[in-house]
């Protein structure tokens, strides 16, 4: 059995991606007064487009891999938590954690925070500086929207 | 010598100190408002109307307009410095100023932007003040079917945009119009993959996905290739100075985009974004070094940049002429005029001449305050990439968050977000370009539309979009611009083994 | 749904009940103990942003109460997601939100899970008409010349701006009805806001436009492209409308009222309601509401929160019936 090379692996799971589509697209509802094209015409027409482009990426030959050689190599030898992949699990893992936290910490600490902690966990030492960035972009934004712009930022637990 | 005449009498009111004042406060709160995701234009100009309220008419809309255009000259700032753009329009900026900016140029993008942006608005005004009234025209004649094929040749450009792999291209571009068709289906009411989330009902926000896919993406990126403190910063922010034959080099293509611009600028529903990506595909299908765009070239920033800024003074056509909105941003306008009692539409010119030429004049002159005000500002706004690179990574997020946050409150955004920065990592890795998803996120959804309002008014019959002489002729072009460089390609190669 | 700010024209309703209730002191008066969050569920810029914005403004302007009203957009689901969000929010008596037929018309459409008895209504404030707009050049002079063509070839396009089913093509398909016509007849083009409809009307894509009296008035006047066949209020509009006939006036026995109002949180303290309905009326009196009203062609129509109510009930029923007329009514 020859193995799949990686355009093969991404068709087969852009052609899964293709048919998932397609069977949400027969679910669409026709609409009661009959138009000449209804709903789900056009979402038939990009599934099934989808799954012929995944067929001819199948039989593409892949060309060298812009990102992956990218990858810094010495750095993957270090600390577990300090590998690349790692830095990019827990900056979206962060992310996550500050989209459910902004509302009830408010939007100045949930920002400082979130700024300040990747900015040292990133490597930065001087955490005085980073301190005094973060939480000054973080404010100069926050007065910005809400008192010149009028726009609504939670304000959690601090109180203003 | 109408014109002329018209224009004296514009500028005797928007030489007035007060408005002079009011000129030079729109474009600055327009630059900075623009440099800002998330508090785009129309957020902006809503939030202004209850102060122009009492103010006079041509006053307010010098202001207003000002803040509008001021915005569109200052998006390109992130686009290039932190591959966020801000505003649909200043999407196709990023692709070559981005990798400018990577390459130590930042100054030097910039400077193009700006200059290809005020020499973009300067033109566009001088249409706007000779062909307006003609040209309101010519916004009219564009119904479902003109736009539909608007659209098609809008789309095309994704094969240029698609450089290694055209497979990749159309795949990217595909999965970009189904994004775009996420929510509820306006022919009908129907709801489309929406997954029963009320989140989604509105459709996935043009703004998420592009911050998602080029900003966080970006970051993502870095982090992979070794985001650590060992890396020395890019202090390199070059020269702002253009030598003589790169200003050679891009006069073309900044005058062409320039009048490209205008005219899908006066179309209502076309504007900036498909102007700067016309703009963009064109000048890398006609240029001798077109395999260059997309790594910095300097013609990829001053096509797209005078396209988008030409587009923007094109929407003051039919808001102005026609009294009808052609984006979301006139929109607003137009509601701020009605609350100053000015009444946009055809008797505007005579009914309120001041307003009319007073902003068109008022434009010549916010021109040249952006420019002037811009230029030295660049080395300033340009230092933040001297940003330690860990902090300047977690500044991009925060700066990524609130301006997703700050334009739909919406925590699920703000996940979408993440996820869209996860699956535009993925797509570098694999070697999918971003441009064609964007280009057909944001025009997918149209297409569709104008295409089946097309249909619903000639019940049913395919051929209303051939019967129309303007719909008929933009299908040519687009399927011209599709078989020309096939044609080509296979020429060069008959060439090639004849040797 | 595009509601631009509207344009000036006289205004018609007074606010009867107004008066009445700001001599009704009740036994216990509450009064609010902190800012109360005044939603908008839209973007700036849209109807309900601006009354929300306008409303907020009058209000400290003339400083009718001693905490300030807090604009809040939450855009999403042609109001949806704001409406979710309130409906959480059971018995806060500091959150309100503006409100207008799609309160109605989304939860019909099976779009919302939560409809307007979720909600507490506190007063209705303003409204605005329907309006039937053809080109200026067009043969049809009033809608009787409109409807027998529609009638004779029904595939004629009445263009709006709003997906069907909701607003407009409510509007029109009831008129149809009036006009002896079946409502689903009606070629009704939904297009992105009553702008774009009426640039299609323009460029003659299209043969008629239904859309806001409001946002059309700056439309019409000399030299216009267009001419407006009839209104859907009861009584003759003022300013630039007065020349437009009611479709009563035409034998069509129909109205259709784009209201504007306020409700707030389920399960409100009634003392909360009372304190809202007479601070908004005393609003209603201020200089400052009138002549923001009167820049924005607001015509008052004041209901007190039982009126609302019944208002509101009478609404859904009206709209259910022309939504099974044309078959869309969610099972």
């Known amino acids: 059995m020859t193995r799949f090379n990686t355009n093969q692996w991404l068709a087969l799971v852009l052609a899964l991606v293709a048919a998932a589509y397609l069977a949400m697209a027969w679910q669409i509802p026709n609409f009661p007064l009959p138009r000449p094209v209804d709903s789900d015409l056009f979402p038939k027409v990009l599934g099934v487009s989808l799954l012929l482009l995944s067929a001819c990426l199948f039989f593409e030959r892949p060309g060298p891999i812009a990102g992956a050689d990218q990858i810094d190599q010495a750095e993957t030898q270090g600390p577990l938590l300090l590998t690349p992949w790692a830095r990019v699990i827990v900056t979206a893992i962060a992310i996550a954690a500050y989209a459910f936290l902004l509302v009830p910490l408010g939007f100045v600490l949930a920002s400082t925070l979130l700024c300040v902690g990747l900015t040292a966990y990133y490597g930065y030492r001087r955490h005085g500086v980073n301190l005094a960035t973060s939480l000054g972009v973080v404010l100069a934004l926050y007065l910005t929207m809400t008192r010149v712009m009028d726009v609504y930022l939670p304000t959690g637990v601090l109180p203003f | 010598m109408d014109a002329f005449n018209n224009l004296m009498y514009g500028f005797g009111i928007a030489l007035e100190p007060i408005n002079i004042a009011y000129v030079f406060a729109g474009v600055f709160a327009g630059t900075i408002i623009g440099m800002l995701p998330g508090l785009g234009p129309i957020s902006a100009l809503a939030l202004m109307i209850p102060i122009t309220f009492a103010m006079e008419p041509s006053s307010g809309l010098i202001l207003m307009a000002g803040v509008y255009y001021g915005a569109i000259f200052g998006g390109s700032t992130s686009s290039i410095l932190l591959n966020a753009p801000g505003v649909a329009g200043t999407v196709a900026t990023s692709f070559d100023g981005y990798p400018m900016a990577k390459q130590g140029l930042a100054g030097k993008a910039l400077a193009i932007a700006a200059y290809s942006s005020f020499v973009g608005g300067t033109i566009s005004v001088v249409f706007?003040?000779?062909?307006?009234?003609?040209?309101?025209?010519?916004?009219?004649?564009?119904?479902?079917?003109?736009?539909?094929?608007?659209?098609?040749?809008?789309?095309?450009?994704?094969?240029?945009?698609?450089?290694?792999?055209?497979?990749?291209?159309?795949?990217?571009?595909?999965?970009?119009?189904?994004?775009?068709?996420?929510?509820?289906?306006?022919?009908?009411?129907?709801?489309?993959?929406?997954?029963?989330?009320?989140?989604?009902?509105?459709?996935?926000?043009?703004?998420?996905?592009?911050?998602?896919?080029?900003?966080?993406?970006?970051?993502?990126?870095?982090?992979?290739?070794?985001?650590?403190?060992?890396?020395?910063?890019?202090?390199?922010?070059?020269?702002?100075?253009?030598?003589?034959?790169?200003?050679?080099?891009?006069?073309?293509?900044?005058?062409?985009?320039?009048?490209?611009?205008?005219?899908?600028?006066?179309?209502?529903?076309?504007?900036?974004?498909?102007?700067?990506?016309?703009?963009?595909?064109?000048?890398?299908?006609?240029?001798?070094?077109?395999?260059?765009?997309g790594k910095g070239n300097i013609k990829g920033v001053a096509a797209p940049e005078a396209a988008n800024n030409a587009a923007c003074t094109g929407?003051?056509?039919?808001?102005?002429?026609?009294?009808?909105?052609?984006?979301?941003?006139?929109?607003?306008?137009?509601?701020?005029?009605?609350?100053?009692?000015?009444?946009?539409?055809?008797?505007?010119?005579?009914?309120?001449?001041?307003?009319?030429?007073?902003?068109?004049?008022?434009?010549?002159?916010?021109?040249?305050f952006l420019l002037v005000l811009n230029l030295p500002l660049i080395p300033l706004i340009a230092k933040i990439l001297d940003l330690p690179k860990p902090l300047l990574l977690s500044l991009i997020l925060i700066f990524c968050m609130i301006g997703v946050y700050g334009m739909s409150f919406s925590v699920f955004d703000l996940l979408l977000l993440l996820g869209f920065g996860l699956v535009g990592l993925g797509m570098r890795l694999f070697g999918f370009p971003a441009a064609p998803l964007i280009l057909a996120l944001i025009l997918g959804n149209i297409m569709e539309e104008s295409m089946r309002r097309a249909l619903q008014i000639s019940g049913g019959d395919w051929t209303t979009f051939i019967d129309k002489p303007i719909s008929l002729s933009l299908l040519v072009i687009a399927v011209l611009s599709l078989g020309l460089p096939l044609l080509k390609k296979r020429r060069t190669k008959r060439l090639n083994t004849a040797e | 749904m595009t509601m631009l700010p509207l344009k000036r024209f006289a205004v018609l309703a007074l606010p009867m009940a107004a008066l009445a209730m700001t001599t009704s002191a009740s036994a216990q008066e509450w009064t609010p103990s902190r800012s109360i969050e005044f939603v908008a569920p839209a973007n700036p810029g849209g109807g309900w942003d601006t009354l929300v914005r306008t409303m907020s403004r009058v209000i400290q302007q003339e400083e009718l109460a001693d905490e300030s009203f807090a604009a809040i957009n939450v855009p999403g689901g042609g109001g949806a997601v704001a409406w979710a969000q309130v409906a959480r929010d059971n018995g806060n008596p500091h959150k309100l939100f503006a409100t207008s037929p799609p309160m109605i018309l989304v939860p019909l459409a099976g779009a919302s899970r939560y409809d307007h008895t979720d909600f507490t209504p506190i007063a209705r404030i303003n409204t605005d008409y329907s309006i039937i707009l053809v080109a200026a050049d067009s043969e049809y002079q009033n809608l009787d010349d409109l409807f027998t063509a529609l009638k004779e070839n029904p595939s004629l396009s009445v263009g709006g701006g709003s997906a069907p089913g909701s607003m407009d093509h409510i509007s029109v398909a009831g008129l149809a009805s009036a006009a002896?016509?079946?409502?689903?007849?009606?070629?009704?083009?939904?297009?992105?806001?009553?702008?774009?409809?009426?640039?299609?009307?323009?460029?003659?894509?299209?043969?008629?436009?239904?859309?806001?009296?409001?946002?059309?008035?700056?439309?019409?006047?000399?030299?216009?492209?267009?001419?407006?066949?009839?209104?859907?209020?009861?009584?003759?509009?003022?300013?630039?409308?007065?020349?437009?006939?009611?479709?009563?006036?035409?034998?069509?026995?129909?109205?259709?009222?784009?209201?504007?109002?306020?409700?707030?949180?389920?399960?409100?303290?009634?003392?909360?309601?009372?304190?809202?309905?007479?601070?908004?009326?005393?609003?209603?009196?201020?200089?400052?509401?009138?002549?923001?009203?009167?820049?924005?062609?607001?015509?008052?129509?004041?209901?007190?929160?039982?009126?609302?109510?019944?208002?509101?009930?009478?609404?859904?029923?009206?709209?259910s019936s022309v939504l099974t007329d044309l078959g869309l009514m969610r099972q």
């Open chain 2, 128 to 293: 706007l003040m000779l062909i307006a009234p003609l040209l309101s025209k010519v916004a009219v004649s564009f119904g479902p079917a003109e736009y539909f094929a608007l659209m098609v040749l809008g789309l095309t450009a994704v094969v240029s945009l698609s450089d290694k792999s055209l497979v990749k291209g159309l795949i990217a571009a595909v999965i970009g119009v189904m994004i775009s068709i996420i929510g509820i289906d306006m022919q009908t009411g129907t709801e489309r993959f929406t997954f029963g989330s009320i989140h989604l009902l509105d459709g996935v926000d043009f703004l998420v996905v592009a911050l998602g896919i080029f900003a966080l993406a970006e970051v993502f990126y870095m982090l992979l290739r070794g985001g650590g403190g060992k890396e020395a910063p890019r202090n390199a922010i070059g020269s702002l100075k253009l030598t003589r034959s790169e200003v050679k080099q891009i006069a073309g293509p900044v005058s062409r985009s320039s009048v490209l611009g205008f005219f899908t600028g006066v179309l209502p529903g076309a504007g900036a974004t498909i102007g700067s990506f016309l703009g963009y595909s064109m000048e890398k299908r006609i240029a001798k070094d077109g395999d260059t765009f």
């Open chain 2, 315 to 368: 929407s003051f056509v039919p808001l102005l002429t026609l009294g009808v909105p052609g984006s979301g941003t006139t929109a607003v306008l137009l509601g701020a005029l009605l609350v100053m009692g000015v009444n946009p539409g055809p008797m505007m010119l005579e009914q309120r001449p001041d307003v009319f030429w007073g902003v068109v004049a008022s434009m010549y002159i916010g021109n040249i």
């Open chain 3, 180 to 319: 002896g016509m079946e409502a689903s007849s009606v070629n009704y083009i939904p297009f992105s806001g009553g702008g774009d409809a009426m640039t299609n009307l323009m460029g003659g894509h299209i043969e008629a436009v239904i859309g806001g009296a409001g946002e059309a008035v700056g439309q019409l006047g000399e030299g216009s492209q267009l001419r407006a066949l009839g209104v859907s209020s009861e009584e003759r509009l003022g300013g630039g409308l007065a020349d437009v006939p009611t479709y009563q006036e035409q034998g069509y026995d129909y109205t259709f009222d784009i209201w504007r109002g306020v409700m707030g949180a389920p399960e409100m303290p009634e003392e909360a309601v009372e304190y809202y309905e007479a601070l908004f009326a005393e609003m209603l009196e201020t200089d400052a509401w009138r002549e923001a009203s009167d820049q924005l062609g607001w015509i008052d129509a004041y209901q007190d929160s039982d009126a609302f109510a019944t208002f509101l009930d009478e609404q859904q029923e009206q709209f």
